[in-house]
């Protein structure tokens, strides 16, 4: 008298198989990842690898000054792409710096209201020397 059937303990030799082999594989992938080298190295502080960090985020986080700022650290403002940022250089090299924001939106197509209460906290206007003079030249 039979306990199982062919197939039934054929069906059992598998699932211990499988088991077996389960096993086999997590005690490789554990032992793989206690092997497994630091994807990378840190840097040392002595590099001043994390001062360069630091003074990224600070220009990165400051204001952006409309009168010095070129076309890429203009693009980093929000609502400002390419093609807006060429417009405001090119006005501002053909119409002289910038005194405010109003200004900012009169001068230059594509800056409306909206945009311009955007730009409120990101920008700063500082004027050239010979502008806050008055010598004019």
Do not use: K, W
């Amino acid at each position: 008298m039979a306990l199982l059937s062919t197939n039934q303990l054929r069906t059992a030799l598998l699932l211990c198989v499988l088991a077996a082999v389960g096993q086999a594989v997590r005690l490789y992938l554990a032992d793989a990842q206690r092997n497994r080298a630091a994807p990378f190295a840190p840097y040392p502080a002595a590099t001043g690898a994390l001062a360069d960090v630091d003074s990224i985020r600070a220009r990165l986080e400051s204001p952006v000054d409309l009168n010095r700022a070129g076309s890429a650290e203009l693009q980093r403002l929000h609502r400002i792409g390419p093609e807006l940022a060429r417009r405001i250089v090119a006005e501002r090299e053909r119409g002289g710096a910038y005194r405010n924001l109003n200004e900012l939106a009169r001068r230059v197509p594509g800056i409306g209201p909206a945009t311009a209460e955007i730009l409120a906290g990101q920008t700063t206007f500082e004027l050239p020397e010979d502008t806050v003079s008055g010598s004019g030249r």
